[in-house]
T-cell receptor, first 111, second 113 residues
Framework: GENVEQHPSTLSVQEGDSAVIKCTYS??????FPWYKQELGKRPQLIID?????GEKKDQRIAVTLNKTAKHFSLHITETQPEDSAVYFC??????????FGTGTSLTVIP | KAGVTQTPRYLIKTRGQQVTLSCSPI?????VSWYQQTPGQGLQFLFE???????NKGNFPGRFSGRQFSNSRSEMNVSTLELGDSALYLC????????????FGSGTRLTVV
């Protein structure tokens, strides 16, 4: 089955700096890669996603890149703000709609 | 439109008991997936139901079971509860089509004492 690895497990950045979280996957059949943000005590929420036929997608301060050949994808957050502090999960989904999640990255933005 | 609704929000049960959790998906979503979330363990996949059929299953013991009704609402049952079953149980709904994202419910916090 699919194996999704996520790094780092914790990340601290100064407000205004950029944050990068990286994930790798093993199954070349995976074709959809969402990212979720989970604030303390709340549900995971989809913040951005990318499909396998696209190399990069941006939404304001958030971007995701996908390298299908190397089987890795990354989340980039620019101009970080304290409200970006949360746990971020990457996931890979196959055509059978089964999702495999990374173990999460706890991001802390220091004011 | 209404989001994914999970009930109850909190539960306290005793070891050996059984528990049933409920999840009502977003209207029109036919797929419901269940996850167990514990500190440091991320999101552990339990199973997915689509059109009343279990389509995918994770690596959990048979004490964990589920079902889906014709209106797409889903229930999850855990029998013979163990202390290690204490966790946040999240359900997520989607259209069930490839490359469609999940919408998660707020979860049910289960504590086993």
């Amino acid at each position: 089955g699919e194996n999704v690895e996520q790094h780092p497990s914790t990340l601290s950045v100064q407000e205004g700096d950029s944050a990068v979280i990286k994930c790798t996957y093993s199954d070349s059949a995976s074709n959809y890669f969402p990212w979720y943000k989970q604030e303390l005590g709340k549900r995971p929420q989809l913040i951005i996603d990318i499909r396998s036929n696209v190399g990069e997608k941006k939404d304001q301060r958030i971007a995701v890149t996908l390298n299908k050949t190397a089987k890795h994808f990354s989340l980039h957050i620019t101009e970080t703000q304290p409200e970006d502090s949360a746990v971020y999960f990457c996931a890979a989904s196959n055509p059978g709609n089964q999702f495999y999640f990374g173990t999460g990255t706890s991001l802390t933005v220091i004011p | 439109k209404a989001g994914v609704t999970q009930t109850p929000r909190y539960l306290i049960k005793t070891r050996g008991q059984q528990v049933t959790l409920s999840c009502s998906p977003i209207s029109g979503h036919r797929s419901v997936s269940w996850y167990q979330q514990t500190p440091g363990q991320g999101l552990q996949f339990l199973f997915e139901y689509f059109s009343e059929t279990q389509r995918n299953k994770g690596n959990f013991p048979g004490r964990f079971s589920g079902r889906q009704f014709s209106n797409s609402r889903s229930e999850m049952n855990v029998s013979t509860l163990e202390l290690g079953d204490s966790a946040l149980y999240l359900c997520a709904s989607s259209l069930g089509q490839p490359a469609g994202g999940y919408t998660f419910g707020s979860g049910t916090r289960l504590t086993v004492v």
